[in-house]
């Protein structure tokens, strides 16, 4: 089955500095990569997400890219505020009965004024 | 509007007592996913429904897990005998078709066993 790793486990950065999430996965046929925010006792949202048929995808600060080839995929985030501070948890999904999504191990990102 | 809801928010059980968690998934979604996050984790897939069937039940850790949909609308996550390893968020994921569609999650359920 899927499986989905995730760097670093912590993430420090200075206001205004970009911040790298990194992620592979196994499975050759997961084609749905959503990203996922998560503040202290809250539930995941959703920040971005994109389908294997898309190379890249921003939002306003937030840009998504993806290599097929190498199976990962990497969250940016440009301009860094400290309400970005949260935990960020990357996830793939295949196409097929169960649309489940499998969760890499979160990174928590700490922003500092 | 109303997003996906989940009762009780915390619950705190003896080891040996059977727990229910409920779910309310955004009106007309037709999947709904229950996950479990244990502390410090990502959330785990746990089981699946499409409307009221359940399609995949393989993240279910034990028969002591059973989960339901029978209207095809709110679901329950039922843990009979809670052991202490059970200990975990539940989340609750709707999405509103069948294929890789936005999951939506829960505020989910804190559980305790003592």
């Known amino acids: 089955g899927e499986n989905v790793e995730q760097h670093p486990s912590t993430l420090s950065v200075q206001e205004g500095d970009s911040a790298v999430i990194k992620c592979t996965y196994s499975d050759s046929a997961s084609n749905y990569f959503p990203w996922y925010k998560q503040e202290l006792g809250k539930r995941p949202q959703l920040i971005i997400d994109?389908?294997?048929?898309?190379g890249e995808k921003k939002d306003q600060r937030i840009a998504v890219t993806l290599n097929k080839t190498a199976k990962h995929f990497s969250l940016h985030i440009t301009e860094t505020q400290p309400e970005d501070s949260a935990v960020y948890f990357c996830?793939?999904?295949?196409?097929?009965?169960?649309?489940?999504?499998?969760f890499g191990t979160g990174t928590r990102l700490q922003v500092f004024p | 509007g109303a997003g996906v809801s989940q009762s009780p928010r915390y619950k705190v059980a003896k080891r040996g007592q059977d727990v229910a968690l409920r779910c309310d998934p955004i009106?007309?979604?037709?999947?709904l996913f229950w996950y479990q996050q244990a502390l410090g984790q990502g959330p785990e897939f746990l089981t699946y429904?499409?409307?009221?069937?359940?399609?995949?039940k393989s993240g279910l850790p034990s028969d002591r897990f059973f989960a339901e949909r029978p209207e095809g609308s709110v679901s329950t996550l039922k843990i009979q005998r809670t052991q202490q390893e059970d200990s975990a968020v539940y989340l609750c994921?709707?999405?509103?078709?069948?294929?890789?569609?936005?999951?939506?999650f829960g505020p989910g359920t804190r559980l305790t066993v003592l």
């Open positions: 429904f499409q409307n009221e069937a359940q399609l995949d």
């Open positions: 994109i389908r294997s048929n898309v």
């Open positions: 996830a793939a999904s295949s196409l097929g009965n169960t649309d489940k999504l499998i």
């Open positions: 009106s007309g979604h037709v999947s």
């Open positions: 994921a709707s999405s509103l078709r069948t294929t890789t569609d936005t999951q939506y």
